[in-house]
Nanobody, 113 residues
Framework: VQLVESGGGLVQPGGSLRLSCEASGFTFSTVGMNWYRQVPGQERERVAY????????TYADSVKGRFTISRDNAKGTVYLQMNSLKPEDTAVYYC???????WGQGTQVTVSS
């Protein structure tokens, strides 16, 4: 199993980023997927979940209305579109297979002027 995140970077407040997580080594279309984030010294926080088909999504209150999770089962990829970014969104973002301890290496998102 391999999960590889990309798309992080430095962005100004109010800006947008799109994170990607490319999955391999398992049947992607049979699992739900999560995006988490973590700030040093704090617990990892789940920000979004998407079901196997993509028909169900859930979001943390802190990102609802600003972030959108989606997936392309043909490409084995899950995305996190992040709009109206705030400094408090600064964190390392990880993708995770729902219900498992499989994680990617993370991608840093920094929101700063």
């Amino acid at each position: 199993v391999q999960l590889v995140e990309s798309g992080g970077g430095l962005v100004q407040p109010g800006g947008s980023l799109r994170l990607s997580c490319e999955a391999s080594g398992f049947t992607f279309s049979t699992v739900g997927m999560n995006w988490y984030r973590q700030v040093p010294g704090q617990e990892r926080e789940r920000v979004a979940y998407i079901s196997r088909s993509g028909g169900t999504t859930t979001y943390a209150d802190s990102v609802k209305g600003r972030f959108t999770i989606s997936r392309d089962n043909a490409k084995g990829t899950v995305y996190l579109q992040m709009n109206s970014l705030k400094p408090e969104d600064t964190a390392v973002y990880y993708c995770n297979i729902f219900g498992t301890n499989y994680w990617g290496q993370g991608t840093q998102v920094t929101v700063s002027s």
